[in-house]
């Protein structure tokens, strides 16, 4: 069950390198994937190869297999596959439909284009507007949010559609720090309502905070995979031009050369690492 | 529950009886007003045409809007009408007044007052349903009415985003003036004045066409389901008497034109 | 690649969502042109790009919808000169079609064609619907035209014909400026439509 990529490669059409070359991926149900690696080293391709956008938007070749819980996708309607996998676009002004003029009637728009019973339209909306905690502002017009409340109003309209994965592709890029709070505030909710997500992000220390797995990419490839410890203290992490935790950076230039599981992600922990006793409690 | 927020358009909220009418209702008044004033060539006729317009503005209470909205170039456009039917219709005519060298026609004067009156019921009546229904109304109206939801992005989308477009406009503007952009020289100059403003306009709204494109998919707007619709639009109990009300007017007004009394 | 006369097939999802943006990119640059007190409009450079890449239908509806939002905004009385932008529209796209985008001069012979066609469907409407007056200042243009002796029809037609040439001109010239500046590959994605079966940018 879950999405799995098997030997999967895929080249846009009209290019001539494969955009993503031979990845396999098995993500598991209720688990926070993130995804790192430089500009072009296929993120975004990865993020469309899970939702379905590659094969049934992006044209392109596309081998091996990429199955959803167990259908391969190729076979399964991009409309079906858009009700199990969720997508927050890097930009809210993309992603939002720009007809609507509130926001519980963004977070409704999708659910009304499939059709679903009107009470269940309200109640969903309700259900995802309280936990992305925009409620008070469902009668507002969408532009006139902020930046991190238009990107949350992106994420309650895909939670609403009450995916099993939602798919985000750097979602905080836009972001002032407090945007970008308010986002990661709204993943940890989402997993908590039992999602399993992937995120795209370059923010390494709020990923190396929330995420159970972390998947390194570079040209086209998973160089590493595993707890974020594990990958920021591989040996390879430091050619894919992506910054590790400042913490974990300090670590290593320091000669850590302990288990990958004891590399020091935050400032407590690179004190205790070292043996200062915490100077206060946090 | 009602739709509130930035529409776009000239829209007045109101709570008069025409604001309450189902969007339906009111587009079938424009429609008939409109054929009608096509219809009638009489100048009482006009007259009375045009007087209902007023009247139905003033009941909506959104008569100030419909002032600022048109008044300008309803103005202009009786006067530019009056000087040009006025003074250079042809055909024989009276003269209803000298001045100088050019002579004001009467025959002229009376087409460019039935001109004049029929451009504004025309415009009267199309601005009773644009200044009373919220643009998302209307489009919830025409696509329950069997339009497909392509034409309410359409609509919906470009209202929405032109208004964005000028404001990204105005800010280009704005930060091209602090670095020394002229607005008030010469043509030459104020022609190389746009180059830098048209770039920076287009390419990330043309390069967003993908994504936005990609994220309807995803929500489910190409689907071929049958939508459905959170809100409701209310018809009124007076509405189905009003709407065989204006059926029977047009239906009376073509009567009067073919036996040439109106 | 699309035959030309494949008028649904013209409206894909990516052809849906570049109409409001054409007639936003419209609606912007009217803007600057008042802001910068130019004698034109440009008003037709979202629409001729989106002829440029989605073919002469798509750009009927965004010439059309341009003139029913600024109706709707502003006075209805754009409302049937909707009906010139959709002509200006589809024979942008013919232009298109026959590969007139492909060079800048040949651009500005398009924006040559563009006036006389919208000309010739503006006149009648101008007088038809409104007795030859628009209440714009190619009325002024009008009365003299009519002073010097012309018709009422010859008349308004030399008067917007003058005021559309130069606008349609730089319209053109900088609709293929900006076509030949996004990329091949994603000019592709649309659903372009030439005779010799190439992208609509080259």
Not at chain 1, 25 to 43: C, M, S
Not at chain 2, 21 to 43: D, E, F, G, N, Q
Not at chain 2, 200 to 229: C, D, H, I, N
Not at chain 3, 118 to 140: E, K, L, Q, W, Y
Request: aromatic share 8%; proline share 5%; hydrophobic share 50%.
């Amino acid at each position: 069950m879950g999405l799995t990529l098997t030997h999967v490669s895929f080249t846009y059409q009209g290019t001539a390198s494969k955009a993503i070359d031979d990845v396999s991926l098995d993500l598991q149900p209720g688990r926070f994937y993130g995804v790192v690696g430089a500009t072009g080293a296929g993120k975004s391709t990865l993020c469309h190869i899970f939702s379905g956008l590659i094969p049934h938007f992006l044209k392109g070749s596309l081998d091996g297999e990429v199955a959803l819980d167990g259908q391969p996708t190729s076979a399964i309607p991009i409309d079906e596959i858009a009700t199990r996998v969720g997508y927050v676009f890097q930009n809210p002004f993309d992603q939002l439909s720009h007809i609507t003029y509130r926001v519980d009637d963004e977070v409704a728009f999708g659910l009304q284009n499939f059709g679903l019973p009107r009470d269940e339209i309200v109640a969903r909306v309700t259900h995802a507007l309280e936990v992305l905690r925009l409620a008070d502002l469902r009668d507002r017009y969408p532009f006139h949010l902020s930046g991190g409340q238009l990107q949350r109003l992106a994420v309650a309209s895909v939670l609403a559609m009450s995916p099993d994965i939602v798919v985000m592709d750097e979602p905080t890029s836009q972001l002032d720090p407090q945007g970008t709070r308010e986002v990661f505030q709204a993943v940890a909710d989402l997993r908590a309502s039992g999602v399993t997500v992937v995120l795209v992000e370059h923010k390494v220390d709020l990923l190396a905070a929330h995420v159970d797995e972390l998947i390194a990419l570079g040209d086209g490839r998973v160089v590493c995979q595993g707890s974020p410890r594990a990958v920021f203290a591989s040996p390879v992490f430091g050619d894919l031009g992506v910054n590790r935790p400042q913490m974990a950076e300090l670590a290593l230039q320091l000669g850590f050369a302990g288990e990958a599981e004891a590399l020091p992600l935050s400032p407590t922990e690179l004190m205790k690492h070292y043996g200062f006793e915490a100077l206060h409690a946090d | 529950m009602t739709v509130s927020g930035t529409s776009g358009t000239l829209f007045q909220a109101g709570a008069s009886f025409v604001h309450a009418a189902h969007p339906t209702t009111k587009l079938l008044y424009a429609v008939v007003t409109i054929a009608c004033s096509l219809v009638v060539t009489r100048l009482p006729f006009l007259a009375a045409l045009a007087l209902s317009v007023c009247v139905v503005l003033y009941l909506a209470g959104v008569w100030r809007a419909f002032l600022r909205a048109t008044a300008r170039y309803l103005v202009l456009l009786t006067f530019f009408l009056l000087v040009i039917q006025g003074l250079f219709r042809e055909g024989p005519s009276a003269v209803l007044l000298q001045i100088g060298p050019a002579s004001l026609k009467t025959a002229g004067v009376l087409f460019a007052a039935s001109m004049v009156l029929r451009i504004f019921t025309m415009v009267g009546a199309f601005l009773v349903v644009v200044l009373t229904t919220h643009p998302a109304d209307l489009v919830q109206a025409i696509e329950q009415a069997g339009a497909s939801p392509r034409v309410g992005y359409l609509l919906l989308a470009t209202l929405q985003l032109s208004p964005e477009m000028v404001e990204r406009a105005r800010r280009i503007i704005d930060a091209q003036r602090s670095r020394g952009l002229r607005t008030d020289g010469s043509l030459v100059m104020r022609f190389r004045g746009l180059v830098p403003l048209v770039g920076p306009l287009f390419y990330g709204s043309l390069m967003s066409v993908e994504a936005k494109a990609m994220a309807l998919t995803a929500r489910g707007f190409f689907t071929q389901r049958r939508k459905t619709w959170v809100r409701t639009l209310a018809h009124q109990p007076w509405e189905p008497a009003a709407r065989i009300a204006l059926g029977a007017v047009f239906v009376g007004v073509v009567v009067l034109r073919v036996l040439g009394w109106a | 690649m699309r035959s030309f006369w494949d008028v649904s097939g013209s409206f894909t999802p990516m052809a849906i969502v570049l109409i409001p943006i054409a007639v936003a990119i419209n609606a912007g640059l009217h803007f600057i042109t008042v802001f910068l007190n130019l004698p034109i409009y440009l008003d037709t450079i979202g629409t001729i790009l989106a002829a440029i890449l989605a073919g002469p239908w798509v750009a009927a509806v965004a010439g059309i919808l341009t003139n029913v939002v600024v109706g709707l905004v502003t006075t209805p009385t754009y409302i049937p000169y909707a009906i010139t932008n959709a002509a200006i529209g589809i024979t942008a796209g013919v232009l298109v079609y026959f590969g007139f985008y492909r060079h800048w001069w040949t651009a500005a012979i398009a924006g040559l064609i563009l006036p006389l066609v919208g000309t010739v469907i503006s006149a009648p409407i101008t007088v038809v619907v409104f007795g030859g007056a628009t209440g714009a200042g190619s009325d002024v243009v009008t009365a003299f035209f009519l002073a010097s002796g012309s018709k009422l029809v010859a008349a308004v037609l030399k008067a917007t014909f003058i005021t559309a040439l130069a606008d349609k001109m730089i319209s053109s010239i900088i609709a293929y400026a900006v076509a030949r500046n996004i990329p091949v590959s994603y000019a592709a994605k649309f659903p372009g439509i030439t005779r010799d079966h190439q992208a609509p940018v080259a």
